[in-house]
């Protein structure tokens, strides 16, 4: 037994870190400051570590100016100072490099960040930056509590790693082996619009069965710095105790606070090169960037003011004479802020569809549509019938979303009232077409480290000391089967899709799954591929259905593969399992139904970049 | 390796004092009694040193210069610009400068009575606190209005500077190269 249970939220902006301490009376949730570097040769201890990292290059800093307290550092930072660094040099810094995850065109261990750089010697993969990020917590906490006792090592302790709940496998498998590199041993994942829940009950203790009820819908909205995340927890009752259930969760949406920020600083530069055509070099836009922010956060919290003045000091010496003034005005606010990522659209509105692009494209595939409250339109109305099975009296209108009757935000966009009320007024009007009651929004105290208090909690509650969501696999998956028709030529063989991973599977559970009706077989001694799609959506198919294939519904991502045995080429019949872990992690295994060799398959991350090449 | 780590106790005893250095002994002799190869664990180095600047008073100034350009702006002629300019600026040094008071200072009214208010001094009082003006010949009890309540900083916490920092530097010039 651990003496510590540990709650990480790995976000695409900020990392955080909370733990309760079993030996303390209380067992409260505690958050752990993340000493980091702030400054040349000076370091502290912050609530949050910006989920950056700064790679030197030898030269543009001074001696010890990266050192940590626990050992001395001349290459990478990470953090604050990270940050700040990262700004004046772009090309040696990485950010955001969680959204490359989810990300099906390349290869998360391939180093590949910064994007675009041509410094090769300061590029890292996606996954070294998780690993970066989990070793830093990992000193800065055994510095901490671990100096005088080994078994205090924080990979030693009962961790709960957060990942947004619309990871696909190969991201959460990614996740929980870069965690597994740094060493640690007791994992588990969690997602994260579920810590934001265990982090609202933990706030309210018992009252929070005041405030729910059974048959209620709870929509969790969790806009982070990158990313953006739908979940819904049903209420239901069970032998007189009130359950909670993940009944949905949303598509991957590369759309959060940070584009907001940045949308308002382009609209300001826009606004400067149009009107006095003035240019603004890197420097001054993330000083804009900066000052936007600020702007933003004074107006949004005071109607009565219409604009608010930026200045941009001078980029030299002189502070004055080159300074640029612009006015920020309300109505900009209004326009990109509401107006764009939150618009007032009726119910049936869905996000533009986005362009097929190439695979080749260097950047992240970020949302193509803005509106965030299309996306929720969408999310809500696709999930309408996963929910009705649990609560058939919410059923709504063929085609309609259906209304959750509480509403939990999350994510530091949300700090800001306005953008509450405005999801709120646009749940309230699908309402009121709906003619049914409104939601009423739950009360979340800490918006931006809501996740890591949750997951600390929930380690509490796993060893009964609260309650547990009950989830399982947040999407179902699928194998693509193609059909034994004769080809036509021009046209792809016809497919179907044999599901090996229903929706909702639980935790710690297995299934086999026959080849026998679909006469799944593999040639021995080479590598056997499938096809591998998922669905969010699609709730109801039990492991072995087959399903007609239809695009709207499967998201294709890479292919599985494994190579069965070593043995000449000869065809062997094959039945499936699939195992979800308990730490959250799914794995496929082949099954030679001759031999009864098990044999993994694996996710093939390269395949669409070879296929390009090939082309 | 033992030189090494005679300079680096001799700064630490320097930086950090005795009682931290003992501490940090300890740290290290159990660092290096448990000191089996094991793949997860990370080597054991060196704690390295966090210097105090020796020149705090310059320090400071490059504090107000980073987040606040104030410097910059001492140095500025500002003769030319009309008060609006200056003003639009000096909101956005006030506000940076206050921040940077506000992390590494703590400050408190000498006197809390609001500007004004007649306030008793009892005699003995310290006059690098309070400052008498006007009638000052009494040797009791001095009752007068409050002019200005004082500030008294009740905490100055600088941060530590990196080992190779050149410290009378105030600002960094800056050269930015184009790709």
């Avoid at chain 1, 006469?519 to 591998?532: R, S, V």
């Avoid at chain 2, 005795?18 to 002994?25: D, P």
């Avoid at chain 2, 609001?114 to 000052?136: C, H, K, M, W, Y």
């Avoid at chain 2, 009752?143 to 990196?162: C, E, N, R």
Wanted: hydrophobic content about 40%.
């Amino acid at each position: 037994m651990s003496r510590f249970i540990v709650g990480i939220d790995l976000g695409t902006t900020n990392t955080a870190l909370a733990y309760v301490d079993k030996a303390s009376e209380d067992q409260t949730v505690q958050l752990f400051h993340i000493p980091q570097v702030v400054a040349p040769g000076s370091v502290e201890s912050l609530p949050s570590l910006p989920s950056t990292a700064y790679i030197s290059a030898g030269n543009e800093l001074v001696d010890g100016a990266i050192n940590l307290p626990w050992r001395s550092e001349d290459n990478v930072v990470l953090g604050s100072f990270a940050r700040e660094q990262g700004a004046k040099v772009p090309t040696r810094f990485i950010h955001s490099a969680k959204s490359w995850f989810g990300h099906n065109s390349i290869n998360p261990e391939d180093a590949i960040l910064p994007a675009n750089s041509p410094e090769e010697d300061a590029k890292r993969s996606p996954v070294d930056i998780a690993k970066m990020l989990l070793t830093h917590l990992r000193e800065a906490w055994n510095d901490e509590f671990a100096t005088d006792d080994e078994e205090h090592d924080l990979i030693l302790q009962e961790v709960t790693l957060c990942v947004p709940a619309s990871f696909d496998a190969n991201a959460r498998n990614l996740t929980v082996a870069a965690a597994e590199e740094v060493g640690f041993t007791n994992l588990h994942l969690l997602e994260e619009p579920q810590a934001a829940i265990y982090s609202w009950i933990e706030a309210l203790g018992d009252n929070w069965r005041k405030q729910l009820k059974k048959g209620d819908l709870v929509l969790v909205v969790d806009v982070g710095g990158g990313t953006s995340d739908f979940s819904l927890v049903a209420i239901t009752e069970e032998e007189g105790d009130l359950q909670l259930r993940r009944v949905a969760v949303g598509e991957h949406i590369l759309l959060g606070g940070d584009n907001m920020d940045l949308a308002l600083a382009y609209g300001v530069a826009q606004k400067l090169k149009q009107e006095r055509s003035k240019k603004l070099d890197t420097w001054q836009m993330a000083a804009l960037v900066q000052q936007c922010r600020k702007a933003k956060e004074i107006m949004l919290s005071d109607d009565s003011i219409d604009s608010h003045q930026i200045t941009l000091l001078g980029r030299g010496s002189s502070v004055i004479g080159g300074a640029i003034k612009i006015d920020l005005e309300r109505s900009t606010i209004q326009q990109v802020l509401l107006d764009g990522f939150f618009p007032e659209v009726e119910a049936d509105a869905w996000p533009a569809q986005p362009k097929r692009r190439g695979f080749r494209e260097q950047g992240l595939p970020y949302a193509s549509d803005a509106g965030i409250t299309r996306h929720l339109a969408k999310f809500l109305c696709q999930h309408a019938e996963a929910v009705t099975e649990l609560l058939p009296e919410l059923a709504p209108e063929e085609g309609q979303p259906v209304l959750p009757s509480a509403v939990l935000f999350n994510g530091g966009a949300f700090n800001a009232d306005v953008l509450r009320e405005r999801v709120m007024a646009t749940l309230n009007s699908w309402a009121d077409a709906a003619d049914c009651d409104g939601p009423r929004a739950l009360d979340q105290a800490k918006l931006d480290l809501a996740v890591a208090h949750g997951a600390a909690y929930l380690g509490l509650a796993r060893s009964g000391k609260g309650i547990r969501i009950r989830g399982g696999s947040a999407r179902s998956y699928y194998i693509g089967i193609e059909g034994a028709e004769p080809a036509v030529p021009g046209f792809a063989p016809p497919m179907t899709a044999m599901c090996v991973v229903p929706f909702g599977m639980e935790e710690g559970s297995s299934l086999d799954i026959s080849g026998d009706d679909a006469g799944l077989c593999i040639y021995t001694g080479e590598a056997g591929e499938f096809q591998f799609y998922s669905s969010t959506i699609r709730t109801s198919d039990k492991a072995g259905d087959l399903i007609e294939f239809d695009e709207g519904e499967l998201i294709e991502h890479n292919p599985v593969e494994t190579v069965l045995g070593e043995g000449k080429a000869e065809v062997a019949e094959i039945d499936l399992r699939s195992n979800f872990t308990e730490i959250g992690v799914l794995q496929l295994l082949c099954v030679n139904t001759a031999s009864q060799q098990t044999y993994n398959l694996e996710f093939n991350v390269r395949h669409h970049d070879d296929e390009q090449e090939q082309e | 390796m033992r030189i090494f780590l005679a300079i680096a106790y001799f700064f630490k005893i320097l930086f950090v004092g005795e009682k931290a250095l003992i501490n940090y002994a300890q740290q290290r002799a159990v660092g290096q009694a448990k000191d089996e190869p094991s793949a997860a664990k990370p080597e054991p180095t060196v704690a390295p040193v966090f210097h105090v600047s020796t020149t705090p008073a310059i320090q400071l100034l490059g504090l107000l210069q980073k987040e606040g350009r104030l410097i910059d702006f001492l140095q500025e002629d500002i003769s030319p610009y009309d008060d609006a300019d200056i003003g639009a600026a000096m909101r956005d040094i006030h506000g940076s400068c206050r921040k940077v008071l506000d992390k590494h200072f703590a400050l408190k009214r000498i006197l809390t009575e609001l500007e004004g208010e007649n306030v008793t001094i009892a005699a003995g009082f310290d006059p690098s606190r309070i400052e008498i003006q006007g009638d000052i010949s009494r040797q009791e009890a001095l009752t007068g209005a409050v002019l200005h309540g004082g500030w008294i900083a009740t905490k100055a916490d600088l941060p530590t500077v990196a080992e190779g920092a050149d410290e009378n530097v105030v600002a960094a010039a800056q050269v930015e190269v184009k790709a």
